[in-house]
């Protein structure tokens, strides 16, 4: 199964942008990354996937390292909405699965 | 449109019964899939269904557990003779194409006593 690191925990202050950071090492051409955010006693969201290039949406932005093995999720300006745990994953549409594997993802706290 | 709808939202069962867990995926989304989450743990994957067929069932235990999503009708996951350990939170969710992202339900909380 695919594997993405990301740090336990981060803080951020309101209205100040954040950065979190994914490594997924072992990534494979066909491998897409997603960035999923929960909220306590509620469903994953989706938040943003891409492939290779940079990308943008209402919520977040991607950066996507040139050699893939790295991403970051952008949010420009915190808000206290946006405390939840964010998890990277990957998913590989080359066969006939597309199973997203979470792992223990990123708790973010922000600071009023 | 409406999102995900899994029911109910909160189950009780003892041990020894069985659990039905029900999802309506959004309309024009002919995937789905099943998670459960431990307390205190992280989503793991149980399931992959399309329309009747079963495509990928690698994270589901071998016994006691089952899934269906049948041609008329939500998606159902079964969980037989309940165990304490069975108590989770049960996430369903749906796409419209493989490459898509995913919609989550809001779970179903399984509590077994």
């Known amino acids: 199964d695919a594997k993405t690191t990301q740090p336990n925990s981060m803080e951020s202050n309101e209205e100040e942008p954040v950065h979190l950071p994914c490594n997924h090492s072992?990534?494979?051409?066909?491998?897409?990354i997603h960035w999923y955010r929960q909220l306590p006693s509620q469903g994953p969201e989706y938040v943003i996937h891409g492939l290779t290039s940079n990308v943008n949406n209402r919520m977040a932005s991607l950066a996507i390292a040139e050699d893939r093995k790295s991403s970051t999720l952008i949010l420009h300006r915190a808000t206290l909405r946006d405390a939840a745990v964010y998890y990277c994953?990957?998913?590989?549409?080359?066969?006939?699965?597309?199973?997203?594997?979470f792992g223990t993802g990123t708790l973010l706290a922000v600071q009023p | 449109n409406a999102g995900v709808m899994q029911n109910p939202r909160h189950l009780v069962r003892r041990r020894g019964q069985e659990a039905r867990l029900r999802c309506s995926p959004m309309k024009g989304h002919s995937h789905v899939y099943w998670y459960r989450q431990l307390p205190e743990e992280g989503l793991k994957f149980m399931v992959y269904l399309q329309k009747e067929n079963i495509i990928d069932e690698s994270g589901m235990p071998k016994e006691r557990f089952s899934a269906e999503f049948p041609k008329e009708g939500p998606s159902i996951l079964r969980i037989q003779q309940v165990v304490r350990g069975d108590s989770a939170a049960y996430f369903c969710?749906?796409?419209?194409?493989?490459?898509?992202?995913?919609?989550f339900g809001s779970g179903t909380r399984l509590t077994v006593v």
């Open positions: 994953t990957q998913m590989n549409y080359g066969g006939a699965t597309n199973k997203l594997i």
């Open positions: 072992t990534i494979s051409g066909t491998d897409y």
């Open positions: 969710a749906s796409s419209p194409r493989l490459i898509d992202g995913y919609t």
